[in-house]
């Protein structure tokens, strides 16, 4: 993996931790818990523990294709706000833009073709 596609999948796990990510940890489906922080180690088997390393983890992601008519229809409303705003002036649309996608955990920027995340399953963030 190359330092920008590092960087890349730091920022996209970083960004949807509070939404309930399900990653792919060394071949074993993990679900971290809320409270839990990238410091934190985290159970893997009874027995063992080891501290959670981002890079090593591959998260599930919904392709955008996935969208639902309704979220395709809220997806189409952040876009028309961010044709009318040019500036920069007014960019609080684009953070709910954001967050409204890491929320609904859609592959925005390409990961899952990079081989950096896996498809998720059509049922698993439901």
């Not at 920022?11 to 940890?25: D, F």
């Not at 960019?91 to 899952?112: A, E, P, Q, V």
Request: proline share 4%; hydrophobic share 35%; aromatic share 12%.
């Amino acid at each position: 993996m190359t330092q920008e596609e590092n960087e890349l999948l730091l920022k996209e796990i970083s960004a949807r931790l509070p939404y309930g990510l399900i990653v792919q940890y060394k071949r074993k489906t993990f679900e971290p818990y809320s409270e839990y922080t990238a410091d934190e180690k985290v159970e893997i088997d009874d027995m063992l523990h080891h501290r959670l390393k981002v890079l090593d983890c591959k998260p599930y992601l919904r392709p955008m294709s996935s969208m639902t008519e309704q979220e395709s229809e809220k997806f189409e409303e952040f876009l028309e706000l961010q044709s009318e705003y040019t500036t920069g002036a007014d960019i609080r649309f684009k953070y709910d833009m954001f967050d409204w996608l890491n929320s609904r955990h859609f592959d925005y920027r390409g990961l899952i073709e990079k081989g950096l995340a896996l498809e998720a399953p059509e049922e698993m963030y439901n």
